[in-house]
């Protein structure tokens, strides 16, 4: 790995019969766990990881499929469910000695914790989400030419083979018009992390693609099913934000509390890589909810 975050041990920790996932662990005290987003590896955290790593012990993985972790071919439906992932992430946990921890992730990542929060409610002590809608929301809420601003998750969402062919033919310009357009300050991704965000993604089309896939998929499924049954966040649960709400016309603090009844709901005026543009904004909001 040529970059890495200072002051973290590195190690690959098995947590499937054929998924080994790169983790960095830093720190002492009680356990979080950090999950990046697209188009992104755990190295997002970077800024948030160091000052957290004061007293906590901080656990920031690359997701399976995604940085140096292994991207296993999508033979079944449920290979990239949050399900799954999330499922990833509890057993890397209890190998590393944490049976509970909080846990935070943003964008992809955090639909897997969303699911992880679901799926194990007493494992997740507390629970964070920066800048996505649980993935049943986002589909019903996205309609009419203000799709037109999530063009990729109608790409990805099409059967195996034309979404991959077509990313991986220009691999750069695709994963690089989102780190471009997300970014309200670009100097927050410096030239050598958007150029290693850009070689992990090169090296993970079809699994990144299965991970989108998925969320047109199975994981609708999964959430239809968790509100039939009244499933809900049990934990303490913060949410930060852009203001997709006055974007594209819902509620997005009464959509929330649907899923969590102890919420701690915000907006914020930075971009969608906020960890890496306002990393004290997401600090501080870290540990007011790891406070609760």
């Not at 656990?59 to 499929?65: A, E, K, N, T």
């Not at 509970?100 to 955090?110: I, Q």
């Not at 099409?158 to 310009?173: K, N, R, T, V």
């Not at 299965?210 to 959430?223: C, V």
Request: aromatic share 8%.
């Amino acid at each position: 790995m040529t970059i890495a975050i200072p002051g973290f041990d590195y190690q690959r920790v098995a947590v499937d019969d054929d998924v080994t996932v790169n983790v960095a662990v830093g720190g002492t005290g009680s356990p979080i766990v950090l999950l990046h987003g697209f188009p992104q590896t755990h190295l997002m955290w970077r800024h948030v990881a160091g000052d957290l790593a004061t007293d906590h012990t901080v656990i920031c993985p690359d997701l399976r499929g995604y940085g140096a972790s292994d991207k296993p071919e999508a033979r079944e439906a449920d290979t990239y469910s949050k399900r799954t992932m999330a499922a990833d992430i509890v057993t890397l946990a209890g190998k590393l000695g944490h049976e509970r921890f909080a846990l935070a992730g943003h964008d992809r990542g955090a639909l897997v914790a969303i699911r992880a929060g679901l799926d194990h409610p007493a494992t997740i002590t507390h629970l964070a989400v920066l800048d996505v809608l649980p993935t049943l929301d986002m589909w019903d809420i996205l309609h009419g030419s203000s799709a037109a601003v999530a063009f990729h998750l109608y790409l990805m969402a099409q059967p195996p083979g034309l979404p991959e062919q077509m990313i991986s033919a220009s691999p750069d310009a695709f994963f690089g018009y989102f780190l471009d357009l997300w970014a309200k300050n670009p100097r927050a991704i410096p030239a050598d992390l958007r150029a290693e965000y850009l070689r992990a993604s090169r090296e993970a089309v079809p699994s990144i693609v299965a991970d989108y896939r998925a969320s047109a998929g199975i994981d609708i499924e999964h959430d239809r099913a968790d509100r039939a049954t009244g499933n809900r966040l049990p934990m303490p649960v913060t949410v930060v934000q852009q203001d997709w709400g006055a974007a594209l016309g819902y509620d997005a603090a009464a959509l929330w509390h649907t899923w969590a009844a102890d919420l701690d709901h915000r907006t914020t005026s930075v971009g969608h890589f906020m960890a890496e543009e306002a990393p004290d904004e997401i600090v501080k909001a870290l540990r007011s909810l790891l406070a609760r």
